[in-house]
């Protein structure tokens, strides 16, 4: 008898622990009642579940595999089975256990779950189709109806239908994310992003209007915000040419108010600024674009109207008196990496960057990782604003990051040759050339071959540029075949050569909206 209380106070004490979520001392409970009595099957699937909690997946096995000796019948020892060897890295144990779980019955809360870790599991090894079966299998057995509304549950469908570029399906959970979580900011941004290329503007800007009602917890969100509202009316600019002023206008407004917000940061200053650059130049008022976007970059973290007051470190701007050798390109390399590092270790840049990089290497076989930053969406900015008393704060020195900086070269390289100032342009090329945004290091490839024949270079230097600039292109092309950024810049450099039957051959292989774009590209040659 003393035995029989014994097993039940210890049973007593691991549940209430368990409850408490004391896990350690739970498993040391429940110990105590396998050691008097091994083939206690409450007692083992309890200690298997504890042992998953605390991560001793390999305790976990042992207790699971016991349970399916003692009640070898019952598929809800083979699920639990199934997960240990899941959380074992051992997935074709886990999908083994999991079929001899269907086949045996499962209880019925057990049974939805099941069908969410198989979904996991061909998830996991990039098999969508299989993984959205078992998710539907998943609510449908699910009386409670429960688990389909978990914010786990749907962020796991968005990601499929993202994969699987199901973007109608994909937007459906984005909704129901928000919806089931709405205060989480990041909910309506996907969401958004979502709408945005769905071209559902009246949508997006009702989602914004929501995320900063319910989901907004700082300035970084709002400055997010006033971003996401001007990229709104940029979008509808150039699907409403009737009203292109009026929507960049808006744009602009969209961002004023933040650009001067006493209260947001340097960085945000910055971010702000190279957004409402892009804008002038989008809205084609060059002049606008190129004064605005040198005055920040020759003051960084500072508003127009504050560049009267001297900044404790200015960045110099590029001028016909700097000589762009290979020494001034190497610094300018070195300080663009000691800024990314820099930028990761402050927070500015996911730490996570490399997993999009793509890796090269230089003539000495050295590493070089070509990294492809996503553009923002630029806004704009409003007329001169009182100047407030420089702070200390403002006078400690700042370093621009280097997507804003090189954001801005290519803001003035494009007004410069919308301009047909072809010298001023080319005072930027050499260094966005060197970027580290795939995008911005092409342009920068592409326009340099351009603007040495726009600047009437001898004819030897001009042919040598374009063949190094093709061949550039055609490797980068061959080495990734849907590489179609490469593939349209080798395409007008072939074109503007006059080589017009290699560009449409090359225009040809592409998506209709590129193959269009190349081929109006090529009669503006010939006009």
Not at 202 to 227: M, N, P, Q
Not at 246 to 257: G, M, V
Not at 290 to 300: A, D, M, Q, R
Not at 426 to 449: C, F, P, R
């Amino acid at each position: 008898m003393a035995d029989a209380m014994d097993i039940s106070e210890a049973r007593y004490n691991a549940e209430l622990a368990y409850s408490n979520q004391n896990y350690e001392t739970a498993l040391k409970y429940y110990q105590i009642v396998l050691n008097q009595n091994p083939a206690d099957l409450q007692a083992l699937s309890r200690a298997g579940a504890v042992a998953v909690v605390l991560k001793k997946y390999k305790d976990a096995l042992n207790y699971f595999a016991k349970a399916k000796e003692v009640d070898p019948d019952n598929g809800d020892n083979y699920f639990n089975y199934g997960n240990a060897c899941f959380f074992n890295s051992d997935y074709v144990g886990a999908l083994d256990s999991y079929v001899e779980a269907e086949k045996r019955k499962c209880s019925e809360d057990v049974l939805p779950r099941m069908y969410y870790q198989m979904a996991l599991l061909f998830s996991s090894r990039q098999e969508t189709d299989n993984a959205l079966i078992y998710l539907r299998k998943c609510e449908k057995a699910d009386s409670t109806g429960m688990i389909a509304l978990t914010k786990e549950f749907i962020s796991e469908k968005l990601k499929i239908y993202m994969i699987n570029r199901d973007y109608v399906n994909a937007e459906k959970s984005a909704a129901q994310l928000v919806a089931v979580d709405p205060t989480v900011y990041r909910n309506y941004a996907v969401y958004f992003s979502l709408l945005m290329a769905s071209k559902d503007y009246d949508t997006a800007v009702r989602v914004l209007d929501d995320a900063e009602e319910y989901a907004v917890t700082g300035k970084d969100e709002l400055v997010s915000i006033s971003l996401q509202r001007a990229a709104v009316e940029a979008a509808q600019a150039e699907n409403d040419p009737a009203n292109r002023d009026a929507h960049y206008a808006k744009a602009i407004e969209a961002l004023s108010d933040k650009y001067a917000d006493p209260e947001i940061t340097k960085l945000q200053i910055v971010q702000l600024a190279a957004e409402i650059g892009d804008l002038y130049f989008k809205s084609g008022k060059y002049d606008e674009a190129i004064s605005w976007t040198e005055g920040h970059l020759k003051y960084p973290g500072r508003r127009l109207a504050e560049m009267t007051q001297a900044p404790a470190e200015p960045e110099p701007l590029l001028d016909e008196n700097v000589v762009i050798d290979d020494e001034y390109l190497d610094q300018i390399a070195q300080r663009d990496m000691d800024m990314i590092q820099e930028n990761i270790d402050n927070g500015f840049i996911g730490d996570d960057l490399g997993e999009f990089a793509e890796v090269e290497y230089d003539d000495d076989g050295n590493e070089i990782r070509q990294y492809d930053l996503s553009e923002i969406i630029p806004e704009e900015k409003p007329a001169a604003e009182e100047v407030k008393p420089v702070s200390e704060e403002d006078n400690k020195p700042f370093t621009m990051p280097t997507e804003f900086r090189e954001k801005m070269y290519f803001t003035l390289i494009s007004s410069y040759l919308a301009k047909d100032d072809f010298a001023g342009a080319s005072g930027y090329v050499a260094i966005l050339k060197n970027s580290d945004n795939k995008y911005y290091k092409y342009y920068g490839m592409y326009t340099e071959a351009l603007l040495s024949r726009k600047l009437n270079e001898p004819a030897d230097k001009v042919n040598r540029k374009y063949s190094q600039a093709i061949a550039y292109f055609r490797n980068k092309s061959f080495a990734d075949p849907k590489d179609t950024l490469a593939a349209i810049f080798r395409a007008r450099l072939y074109a503007e050569e006059g080589k017009a039957a290699k560009a449409e051959e090359i225009a040809n292989l592409l998506a209709e909206e590129d193959r269009n774009s190349v081929l109006k590209y090529m009669e503006s040659l010939r006009s």
